[in-house]
């Protein structure tokens, strides 16, 4: 298999070498507008630097990775669906809504695949609590509480181009709270604080987020950000039920002290970014990707379901607004 990775930032790096060692790609073509930063990391993984964007689409890949900035997204899913390539892109597709809807119409005029990195459907702690609610274990779920917590905050040039943190950094937590509950959020209220610094309110953003949202069978979660956690990375699910209770991300690396007698010892290696903490889930959707490519496995996260985490920011950036509760029902999506 011959695959076209665009984009050799951070997260693209991890992903090109994934590829690399990946026993079905036989050939890797990357390619990034800093020219000198794609040839340093195709020289490194025994792969071909492509000089530009162009070169992917007309060098015979049969798949393309898009792990470029954000706002290149939609143009090249647009791009690699007219080629008729299947496509696994980093979120979003869009930073708003007309972007991510014009992408997805041609995705679905093309009948091509798109594949979206949502990596904590690839977590097995996840995938543990999903079951646990399929199941039956908890018994009637009533209370979802689900954060993430950033150590140190992006360089202050990254706010404006983001998205702000409800489609940047809490959209993870949207989708991850669809994927375990098999619940549709239907209301949301949204807050947030600027008191982080100058640079959010500059970018008319916040640094910290707090969301209670209501889901379809009257769960009701709560969702909450912030941009500068001391501690370390954290990120955490709880789901409550009637009976039982289970966590995501509690374990002994979780950047938290209780100040309980009895109570675990502080973490000695607490989390530090999100590549660390969720690496096993990154391999895991780039190689799905593959399967998916192959024939092997349907698609794991379409781009509707992008669409679906995407709305609900949406919903919290309006409700943040206008300082009322938003029914996702004002915002605009795809119908069947």
């Known amino acids: 298999m011959r695959i076209g990775l665009i984009g050799a930032g951070r997260i693209g790096t991890f992903h090109a070498t994934t590829l690399s060692r990946h026993r079905e790609v036989g050939s ?3 390619t990034d507008v800093d020219t000198a930063r794609a040839n340093e990391l195709a020289d490194g993984l025994g792969a071909t630097a492509a000089p530009g964007v162009d070169e992917i689409f007309t060098w015979g890949v ?3 990775v898009i792990t470029a900035a954000t706002s290149a997204h939609a143009e090249l899913i647009g791009r690699a669906a007219r080629s008729g390539l299947p496509v696994f892109c ?3 597709i869009a930073v708003d809504l007309p972007g991510t809807l014009s992408a997805l119409a041609e995705v679905d005029a093309a009948g091509t695949v798109l594949q979206m990195g949502f990596q904590r459907r690839f977590d097995k702690g996840y995938a543990t609590a999903r079951e646990a609610v399929r199941s039956g274990r908890l018994g009637r779920l009533h209370t979802v509480r ?3 917590a950033d150590q140190a905050p ?6 404006p181009v983001s998205g702000g943190i409800y489609r940047d950094c809490l959209v993870h937590d949207f989708d991850i709270l669809r994927w375990v509950t098999g619940q549709e959020v239907v209301e949301v209220y949204a807050t947030g604080s600027d008191a982080g610094g100058a640079m959010y309110r500059e970018a008319n953003d916040v640094d910290t987020a707090a969301v209670v949202l209501t889901l379809a069978d009257g769960t009701l979660a709560t969702a909450t950000a912030t941009r500068t956690n001391g501690a370390g990375y954290d990120v955490r699910m709880e789901l409550a039920g009637e009976l039982d209770t289970v966590a995501v991300g509690l374990d002994d690396r979780t950047p938290i002290t209780s100040t309980e007698s009895a109570g675990p010892p502080p973490a000695d290696k607490p989390w ?3 590549l660390e903490r969720f690496a096993p889930a990154y391999e895991a959707e780039v190689a799905a990707f593959v399967e998916v490519v192959l024939g092997e496995r349907a698609n794991p996260c379409d781009g509707r379901e992008a669409l679906q985490a995407l709305r609900i920011a949406e919903a919290c950036e ?3 607004h206008e300082r009322r509760p938003v029914n996702l029902g004002e915002i605009a999506g795809i119908r069947d």
């Open 28 to 30: 890797l073509i990357i």
């Open 154 to 159: 992006p360089p202050a040039a990254y706010l």
């Open 90 to 92: 980093e979120k979003p």
């Open 318 to 320: 309006l409700s943040r």
């Open 272 to 274: 530090t970014g999100f």
């Open 62 to 64: 049969d798949a393309v």
């Open 146 to 148: 689900a954060m993430t």
